[in-house]
């Protein structure tokens, strides 16, 4: 496995390693690495020649400062974890090196950006397709990997990929649970191990919801009772809950009106507190 820091060294990598046609995957990430990354990782590597990893917390997608200041951070634990799994590169430059001149491009993809994340943090989805347009510009992989949990983040990824004719493959990925359904998370780091216990409440529900729906609940009764379980748990509080179209990302009147449906969720928990998403699907 090779560290480069530098998008020069990153291309004369790469293509030397495309000789002879092989195939090029790329696993973007902000690093702090966990068995979910490690999935996508490892099914980056089965499926392509090149597994290249960037290790690389964007500022441009954090619309709250203090929360890109405590964004974990762990590039040696990073390495040790990518080179145990096979990964060939590691693309972990500064923010200098991505942004020499401030990215001043405006993304906008509705309507799968305008609502839940890309409603109640502006400027996030922006600030992803600006990293990842890059990342895609600098690898020119085959295929990329993104895990599910960010559910609203592939749609949108796979809407710039077609607007600009990225020819990127993109592969969504399952979420990754601890044992307690806990989905896993750079942010689960931030938090104690009584709030990790209290935070498994939220893929509890969500599970429990689909027995809800069989027995007859309808759309708004279910998002409804699946806010009421979380908020009614102390240290848990609901940001929304919204179910809705998977293609589209618009909310659904009723368990018919879609072929795919799934629902969203993000949760506020414990004292500092700690911002995680989930998701399930229904159908
Ligand atoms: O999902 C993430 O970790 C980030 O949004 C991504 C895709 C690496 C872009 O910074």
Request: charged share 25%.
């Amino acid at each position: 496995m090779i560290t480069v820091e530098t998008v020069g060294k990153l291309q004369a990598v790469l293509s030397e390693a495309r000789q002879g046609g092989r195939t090029v995957g790329l696993v973007p990430t902000m690093g702090a690495l966990h068995a979910g990354h490690a999935s996508l990782v490892t099914r980056c590597v089965a499926e392509n020649d090149i597994c290249v990893v960037s290790v690389f917390v964007n500022p441009t997608q954090f619309n709250d400062k203090n929360d890109l200041a405590s964004y974990p951070r762990d590039l040696e634990a990073d390495c040790t974890l990518l080179r145990s799994i096979g990964a060939h590169v590691v693309f972990a430059p500064t923010v200098e090196e991505v942004y020499p001149e401030p990215d001043t491009r405006q993304f906008s993809y509705p309507p799968v950006d305008t609502v839940m994340e890309g409603a109640r943090r502006p400027g996030h989805f922006n600030g992803v397709c600006q990293v990842v347009s890059k990342l895609f510009q600098y690898v020119q992989p085959e295929r990329a990997y993104f895990g599910e949990k960010d559910f609203q983040q592939i749609a949108v990824v796979r809407a710039m990929t077609r607007d600009l004719r990225l020819g990127v493959d993109i592969v969504a990925c399952p979420i990754v649970r601890e044992e307690s359904g806990l989905a896993l998370s750079s942010r689960n780091q931030l938090l104690t191990a009584s709030e990790r216990a209290t935070a498994a409440t939220i893929s509890r529900t969500l599970s429990e919801s689909i027995g809800w729906k069989k027995s007859g609940a309808k759309v708004a009764e279910v998002e409804a009772r699946v806010v009421e379980t979380i908020d009614t748990t102390a240290g848990l509080r609901t940001e929304y809950y919204q179910i809705v179209d998977s293609d589209t990302l618009q909310p659904v009147a009723d368990w018919e009106s879609a072929k795919g449906i799934v629902g969203c969720i993000t949760v506020y928990c414990g004292s500092r507190p700690v911002r995680l998403i989930d998701n399930i699907r229904y159908k």
